[in-house]
């Protein structure tokens, strides 16, 4: 959880920091997926436990994790990278969420 604090923190400062080039958009958009996933990845994770796993989609159910975000970290890992709105959209989610959230 704390490293994937850490990648969504780093991503939002980069955020704040590119320039316009399409390398640095594309870096930034790699950036945040990969937050996300890994959050994702490191939630639901721990919890696949027993001789058959359980879908991604239950256990976020069962976290209270916003099934847009399993959809998204899906689509970031398997299909085509999100748009850069999108992640931001995710990057604030997800800040909102774990606000609300005791620890």
Excluded: F, K
């Amino acid at each position: 959880a704390l490293e994937a604090a850490h990648a969504l923190l780093c991503a939002i400062i980069q955020d704040y920091n590119i320039g316009a080039s399409s390398s640095s958009y594309l870096s930034l958009r790699m950036s945040y997926a990969s937050a996300v996933i890994r959050l994702v990845n490191g939630l639901v994770d721990p919890l696949q436990s027993g001789a058959y796993a359980r879908s991604i989609h239950s256990i976020a159910q069962q976290l209270g994790l916003p099934q847009w975000l399993v959809e998204l970290r899906h689509a970031a890992t398997h299909e085509h990278l999100p748009s850069l709105e999108l992640l931001r959209d995710a990057a604030r989610e997800v800040r909102r969420t774990a606000s609300c959230c005791p620890t």
